[in-house]
């Protein structure tokens, strides 16, 4: 069964002008159009094709995946305002609704906006609301492990450092002591669960600060090495902010990795300089 509101690769059946025939099974044969304006399909092909519920009440399709899926957490940007409510880009054909009713602020033009995208149960058509703090249930105990990767998604800044929503379900805390770079409200990023909080929220950081950790931050020094000539002038004494920007780690665990390459006798640690010794 092919589900609605999903990608699926269908099989092409037929062309009708600038239009492609798909094999939709249970939904019968769609007409999809070509957005590919270089490909030329052929009967028995197949491509990945979105299915969606259309306002007059059939199933129809459109190339591509949106960018956020029903159930799921994203940063969309406003590309039209109605009196019925606003559109989203959702990175296919078809925009996505957010009725004035899901607005925290009106939405603007060309702005970016956090978003949950949920199927609407009076129309059974997909929706986005910036009211998406709603949609996290607070009294259920997240189900990850201390030191455990997780994917968040970053909400906003505050005085604390920044808000993420973790794997689509959980509320977290990424606190600007373990940050190492300027995050801003739509990055996605990968980060370590710090603790799981009483109040069932998340106390995230960067890294793990362990061995395994610093095992691979040893690689991405001496790969660096090895493609600029055995040589760096990144250093004990170079910003935090340059370290980041180069390796994707704090300045503390760069002095960490190095002085383990330092015991290891894989560089030399001069003036401003570090050079690689294999």
């Known amino acids: 069964m092919l589900e609605i509101w999903k990608s699926h690769e269908l099989k092409v059946v037929g062309t ?11 939904h019968g044969t769609l007409e999809v159009e070509n957005i590919d304006l270089v490909k030329t399909y052929e ?7 979105f299915l969606y519920n259309g306002p007059d009440g059939k199933v129809h399709g459109c190339m591509g995946s949106p960018f956020v899926g029903i159930g799921e957490f994203g940063y969309l940007t406003c590309v039209a305002n109605t009196k019925y409510g606003s559109f989203l880009d959702w990175g296919i054909e ?10 925290k602020v009106d939405l603007k033009v060309d702005e970016d906006y956090i978003v949950y995208v949920y199927l609407d149960e009076d129309t059974n058509r997909a929706v986005a609301s910036t009211k998406y703090e709603k949609y996290i249930d607070e009294s259920q105990r997240p ?4 030191n455990q990767k997780v994917h968040a998604l970053v909400t ?24 190492f770079t300027e995050l ?20 995230l950081r960067m890294f ?29 004494n170079s910003s935090p ?33 570090v050079k690689l010794v294999i």
């Open 208 to 236: 793990r600060n362990d061995h395994e950790d610093i095992d691979n931050f040893e690689d991405k020094i001496v790969a660096y090495l090895k493609k600029h000539k055995g040589e760096m002038k990144i250093c004990d």
């Open 94 to 103: 078809k925009d996505l609704f957010c009725p004035f009713k899901e607005q």
């Open 156 to 179: 906003r800044r505050t005085s604390l450092g920044y808000n993420l929503i973790v794997e689509n379900k959980y509320l977290g805390i990424l606190y600007a002591n373990e940050v």
């Open 184 to 203: 801003h409200s739509g990055d996605e990023v990968d980060v370590i669960v710090k603790k799981v909080r009483d109040d069932n929220k998340l106390d």
């Open 241 to 273: 902010e340059l370290i980041y920007k180069t390796f994707g780690i704090s300045k503390k665990n760069f002095k960490k990795a190095l002085g383990a390459l330092y015991r290891k006798r894989l560089v030399e640690i001069g003036e401003n300089v």
């Open 16 to 26: 009708n002008d600038d239009k492609l025939l798909f094999d939709a099974a249970e």
């Open 143 to 146: 189900q990850v492990d201390e």
């Open 43 to 49: 009967v028995g092909e197949t491509e990945s094709i």
